[in-house]
């Protein structure tokens, strides 16, 4: 007597599922197939299959993660390999599991991004010789077996031990030094700040120490508060936007006269530099040129002390499509134009010839060595 | 206990996740114009290449039971909190606590036999998780204080003790970044594939254990009849804040059992940062699996398949990730909304009690206990 | 067709609800066979019958909350299909639950417009014209009506008014009352049928659910008697009496009083001693309390719910520790002691919210009847039950104690009321007992259920067992009370010989704890 409402909607919902199912199921394996078509129809002369897992995050993270996938991805098309895949780690717990489904899938080239993979990276790269590894921010180090060092001596040539895992590391005192040496020339009260994510990231602890000692080269006088937003690497460290700018302000209404602001923190940094454009002083981006990344704080970005992740992504790939490549740590530093500052683009007047020889004689100083940006600020 | 009884039981759960998969195919649908332009046939290569990294090869079947294993322990926590009318969101942070109470005693014991090591270490991680469960039982039963918000309190100190103890007293000498020395000969065994470790077994018994206790002894009873009535509890002589007390400490128990397992099978130490979802899939898995231990079993294995298979699918079919939570998401939300499902697939309400869902609604507005 | 408004007299001919062959089969069970019901207008007809006779399922189906197998619904001679509660408002009928369905937050008006709220414009509540509504028919009843009061600080009587009133706001006019008389008082249940007789008068027509024999035979114009899915019997008031219709209804002669025989008590079992007891929030509701309880004797104890009655049990049971006296059981002092070690000191207790307390009603039989038991042999070894026993055990109690029940796994909410009480007395009277309490032990059940309560107590009794009887309902503690005590705020007031004791005379001592009155005859104020 009640007719059946609901029923005829769902039926149809349902049948037209089943129906997709049934032809999904004679032309699944092709479609699988073909969705990879587009991308090696251009032609490619390199069948090298290149996979990357991200660090803890997103792909688009206009960071470390962007910037390697974006090096990735140009490192395929130089060498005319097919366009790379990635695996976004959710959680810091599936960091193996994300690289062994590479492995599984038997890709050639595997880029994992981010130093607390480098454990994980270091046991697949042992198990997988036959497998290309490539570790962003990674270095290197293993006992005399090729294992992960559990006792951090570093016992073991990586480049012996392990020939197929290239650990990219920055030096990131020199980027910091730079930006050091900018900030403590433009700083009108001699009273500078930087931001990091957290102590506990060699990379962050080495930014921060290169730039309090360049900010000292230039004016001894100068007070440099360092302040770090976590005690350990997790999102309020590196993810969050919201977290930094409220901690920026904080740092902000106790030093009134900070008219720099330097940021190392990832994404939470983004907020600081929002913070900074809200206080009208000047702020100094980090990793990649984020007068392009965040446009929205680029009206107080004077340049960013940059680490050129791209190049260094793709440099590795075109090293094993060319078979040059070698394993163990392989530095990243300014004798390979792998650092540096960004364009100052709408600042280029602040930077007087003045300021700009003492940026050339840094350069130059840390190029041949007479310029050590780990004093007298210890890096980590 | 009639087939009739079990189709009833299932057919929610199951049908919620058809719906899940409904829209998460429309969302792939919508959004495949992001990435490679329209493409109808999205979610068909997508949910193919789910299924075959879950179980295409030998090697996604230990990877999806590898997955699986801390849910379901997990899932456990939770579920057999709401057999007794408790909502423990506190699985994160047990968890937490196990993994490096499992960690700095693997590490201290690292050089030991493993037959030495490893029950150490796993004692270790089930008594911190078992002892940071009956935190809120405790509150609970002497103060009346709300074990939704102690455990959700308790979560982040467990975030922010860990973070202290890495960095700090457990921090390994010479790492350049901080972690947890190496568990050494404390690690669990690997028993199949490249990954497939000794813990899993830890959840393979635990299911029995837990369903056997439930439902086939008094204390089982004591803890059931707490979660349908603490006061029917309380006129046949049952002590409900002990049995509260007991039962969120054995939740910590399993969570901390899941957190050991993490740590001693798979990453050998546990780093600054340690991050996972273990903790409040959990939720999800004790949900789905209408907080019976069998249930549990499944919906962890089927929520460790996602997991697993979502890694080929991200590869294969380049769909994010993310799409894994906005299934879980959908599926908890058709859960809660049974009564949406109901609608759509005309389905009379059984008479069946779902106390699972009681507790969950019920958990923001009970009483103390007497 | 559109709803009746206001209702208008159509000639007694064509009946204003015509229920044709009503038949819903339910899994195992045939709920409705065949049912005719035929009201007429301006008709109060009353529907009869046990629990679980079938008067919810066919009332479910008027409601539109069922829809049944076979069968034709008629209003006013016109076919018509309810798929929903909100058609079967929209037709005109209302029901009014036995458990009240208000908010008790919100206010009376809010309470009546909720879910059929006036709009003024798009979006905007249109309280005024509303208001104006209402006071217009609470005006007509004489009611002098707060709109604005909470509906939580009404007392039922005025909370099963404002039902009533939603009923009308609604232009109901076929007004269905679920067992109305349940919750009131003998003054309330008079005053509410004054408005059911008004109403009638007006041309609403009233179906009126309810076992309470001598209140159908008072409100009703005709009686249709339900049994088993099936109409049994339909009656007029004048040619009745209320021994037919129990017989009718149960289907069986039914003793309406049970035949208590002669008591032989013998040493007191139980002795309180200036008991005093707090509420949850700690104010001190039982003052000073003394009586005794002797072997074989059934002591009852009467009082208007909410007397410090429930807390008094609850001391007594182990539920509540006790603030100052003494409670000895055979000489042992077991003041404060756990409910689990009375138990075990042979005392048993039938608690008066069996939903809330006596049972656990997602649990099967089984387990309830092992509820109390369940942690020793033969039900246990160790922390191991023994299903076996447990189940053996059921199957036994079921038989000895009568629980109409499809099995022995069936979930205790999906029986009626009056198994359920029977599951809850067989659990706790199958074992010897020094001391049994029965609070409110046939409240909301059917005759047949209440006889049979009844003849286990006696049966108790005569086997020896202290039995301390509390009670609202005053016949029922004439009944059975060898002697009656009365609580009025919190103390007992009088104790009396219960077979010499009357109505008049208890039913004083309740309301008015006997001070504005010298206590007469055997009434022997003891506080």
Same mark, same amino acid.
Request: proline content about 5%; glycine content about 10%.
């Given at each position: ?80 390999? /097919? ?91 020199? /980027? ?205 | ?40 046939? *999205? ?76 029950? *150490? ?32 309190? *308790? ?171 906005? *299934? ?43 | ?157 005025? @909370? ?9 706001? &609604? ?18 249940? @008079? ?164 939903? &809330? ?23 246990? &070894? ?57 609070? @409110? ?87």
């Amino acid at each position: 007597m009640r007719k059946p409402r609901y029923g005829l909607g769902a039926g149809a919902v349902a049948a037209s599922i089943i129906l997709a199912a049934c032809q999904g199921g004679g032309a699944g394996n092709s479609t699988s197939g073909s969705s990879s078509t587009p991308s090696t129809s251009a032609g490619p002369s390199n069948s090298l299959k290149i996979g990357l897992v991200t660090d803890v995050g997103t792909l688009d993270d206009k960071n470390f993660n962007q910037f390697s996938w974006e090096g990735a991805k140009k490192g395929a098309a130089d060498i005319g390999a /097919p366009a790379p895949k990635s695996v976004v780690t959710t959680a810091s717990a599936d960091y193996a599991k994300n690289i062994k489904s590479f492995v599984d899938q038997k890709f050639d080239i595997i880029v994992t991004v981010g130093f607390a993979l480098g454990n994980d990276t270091t046991k697949a790269a042992k198990a997988n010789p036959g497998i290309k590894f490539i570790g962003v921010d990674q270095g290197v180090c293993v006992t005399e077996q090729g294992e992960p060092d559990p006792s951090f001596g570093c016992k073991g040539d990586g480049a012996k031990l392990l020939p197929n895992y290239q650990g990219l590391v920055f030096k990131e005192a020199q /980027p910091g030094y730079l930006a050091g040496i900018v900030a403590g020339s433009i700083s009108k009260s001699g009273h500078i700040a930087a931001i990091g994510g957290t102590k506990v990231v060699p990379a962050v602890a080495n930014y921060m120490a290169g730039y309090a000692n360049g900010a000292a080269k230039v004016n001894p006088n100068v007070k440099v508060e360092l302040q770090y937003v976590s005690d350990q690497p997790d999102a309020k460290a590196f993810n969050d936007p919201a977290g930094g700018k409220a901690f920026a302000e904080q740092l902000l209404a106790k030093n009134k006269d900070v008219d720099v602001l330097f940021q190392v923190a990832g994404k939470t940094g983004n907020g600081v530099l929002q913070a900074a454009c809200n206080a009208n002083i000047h702020a100094i981006g980090v990793d990649v040129d984020q007068h392009l990344s965040t446009p929205e704080s680029a009206k107080c970005i004077v340049t960013s002390a940059e680490k050129k992740l791209t190049k260094a992504v793709s440099d590795a790939i075109k090293r094993v499509s060319e078979k040059t490549d070698k394993g163990g740590t392989v530095p990243l530093d300014i004798t390979t134009d792998s650092i540096g500052l960004a364009p100052f683009y709408d600042f280029q007047n602040l930077i007087t010839p003045e300021i700009q020889t003492r940026i050339d004689d840094a350069m130059k100083g840390l190029k041949d060595g007479s310029v050590d940006p780990c004093k007298p600020m210890k890096c980590s | 206990m009639t087939l009739k009884r079990a189709v009833r039981l299932l057919s929610i759960p199951v049908l919620a996740i058809f719906l899940a998969l409904v829209v998460g195919a429309v969302l792939m649908i919508l959004s495949s114009p992001l990435i490679n332009g329209l493409d109808p046939g *999205l979610p068909l290569s997508a949910y193919a290449a789910l299924v075959s990294g879950a179980f295409g090869s030998p090697d996604a079947l230990v990877q999806t039971v590898v997955s699986a294993t801390p849910l379901i322990l997990a899932g456990l926590a939770v579920g057999i909190g709401f057999k007794a009318g408790l909502f423990n969101i506190g699985g994160q942070g047990q968890f937490l606590v196990g993994a490096v109470a499992a960690a700095a005693v693997g590490a201290a014991v690292s050089t030991a036999g493993g037959v030495v090591a490893i029950p *150490l270490a796993l004692l270790a991680g089930v008594v911190a998780g078992a002892a940071y469960g009956f935190i809120p039982g405790f509150l609970k039963a002497y103060t009346g204080a709300h074990e939704v918000v102690t455990t959700i309190m *308790l979560n982040y100190v467990a975030i922010q003790m860990v973070g202290y103890l890495i960095t700090g007293p457990l921090r390994a000498q010479g790492a350049t970044f901080a972690r947890s020395p190496s568990v050494g000969n404390a690690a669990l065994p690997v028993l199949f594939g490249s990954n497939g470790h000794l813990g899993v077994l830890f959840a393979v018994i635990a299911v029995p254990i837990a369903w056997w206790l439930l439902f086939r002894t008094t204390i089982g009873f004591e803890v059931r009849t707490v979660g349908a009535s603490p006061d029917a509890a309380r006129y046949a002589g049952m002590r409900p804040r002990l049995v509260m007390m007991l039962t969120l400490a054995v939740g910590g128990l399993l969570a901390g059992l899941a957190g050991a397992g993490e740590i001693l099978g798979i990453s050998g130490y546990m780093p600054a940062g340690y991050s996972t979802n273990v903790g409040f899939d959990g939720i999800t898995v004790a949900l789905l699996g209408r907080a019976n231990p069998i249930g549990i079993l499944l919906s962890g294995l089927l929520l460790g398949a996602m997991r697993a298979g979502s890694n080929l699918m991200q590869i294969q079919a380049g769909v994010p990730v993310q799409v894994i939570d906005v *299934l879980q998401g959908v599926i908890l939300f058709f859960l809660a909304a049974e009564l949406l499902v109901r609608r759509i697939f005309r389905i009379r309400a059984a008479r069946v009690q779902v106390d699972e869902l009681q507790t969950v609604t019920r958990s923001y507005s009970s009483q103390t206990p007497k | 067709m559109e709803p009746p408004d206001p209702p208008t007299i159509t000639p007694a001919s064509t009946p204003a609800l015509e229920m044709r062959g009503i038949t819903k089969r339910y899994p195992g069970v045939l709920a409705n066979d065949a049912i005719d019901l035929e009201v007429r207008p301006g008709e109060i007809h009353a529907l009869l019958g046990e629990n679980g006779a079938g008067k919810s399922t066919l009332m479910n189906i008027l409601y539109g909350l069922a829809v049944p197998d076979d069968g034709q619904i008629l209003l006013d001679g016109t076919p018509v299909e309810m798929r929903s509660p909100a058609e079967a408002i929209a037709y005109g009928i209302s029901m009014v639950h036995q458990h009240f369905m208000l908010v008790p937050v919100l206010s009376v008006a809010d309470n009546i417009l909720l879910g059929d709220e006036p709009v003024a414009g798009l979006f905007f509540l249109d309280r005024r014209r509303a208001h104006a509504r209402l006071r217009e028919l609470a005006g007509g009843f004489g009611w002098d009506l707060d709109l604005d009061a909470p509906v939580g600080s009404l007392s039922v009587g005025w @909370q099963q008014r404002v039902e009533i009133l939603k009923a009308l706001y &609604r232009n109901a006019s076929i007004l269905v009352l679920d067992e109305p008389t349940a919750v009131l008082t003998p003054q309330e249940t @008079q005053e509410i049928f004054a408005v059911l007789r008004r109403l009638t008068g007006e041309g609403y027509s009233v179906i009126f659910i309810s076992h309470k024999l001598y209140e159908v035979l008072e409100i009703a114009d005709r009686i249709t008697v339900i049994r088993r899915g099936r109409v049994v019997g339909q009656r007029v008031p004048a040619e009745t009496d209320e021994d037919d219709l129990a017989e009718l209804m149960v289907g069986r002669e039914v003793q309406l009083t049970v035949d208590r025989g002669e008591s032989h008590p013998g040493a007191p079992a139980l002795v309180v001693e200036s008991l005093r007891a707090a509420d949850d929030r700690g104010h001190e509701v039982v003052h000073e309390v003394s009586f005794e309880v002797r072997a074989g004797e059934i002591f009852g104890i009467a009082g208007v719910a909410g007397n410090g009655q429930d807390e008094l049990v609850e001391a007594l049971a182990g539920l509540r520790a006790p603030t100052a006296g003494r409670v000895r059981l055979e000489g042992r002092d077991v003041t404060g002691h756990s409910a689990r070690d009375l138990h075990q000191r042979n005392v048993a207790y039938v608690p008066a919210d069996r939903h &809330r307390f006596g049972l656990v009603l997602s649990y099967p039989l089984t387990d309830n009847l092992v509820l109390t038991d369940y942690y020793h042999a033969p039900f246990a &070894r160790g922390i191991v039950r023994d299903d076996g026993a447990i189940t053996r055990h059921a199957a036994t109690a079921i038989e000895r104690f009568d629980v109409r029940t499809p099995s022995t796994t069936a979930i205790a909410a999906t029986l009626s009321g009056g198994n359920q009480q029977k599951v809850v007395v067989a659990r706790e009277l199958d074992r010897e007992l020094r001391l049994l309490i029965l609070d @409110q032990p046939t409240r909301g059940l059917d005759v047949g259920s209440i006889e049979f309560i009844h003849r286990q107590a006696i049966a108790k009794r005569d086997a020896g067992t202290a039995i301390l009887l509390v009670s609202a309902e005053l016949d029922e503690i004439l009944e059975l009370s060898d002697r009656i005590g009365v609580m009025y705020r919190g103390r007992l007031v009088a104790i009396v010989d219960g077979p010499s004791a009357s109505r008049e005379e208890i039913g004083l001592l309740m309301a008015t704890g006997g001070r504005e009155v010298t206590p007469t005859g055997s009434a022997s104020p003891v506080a």
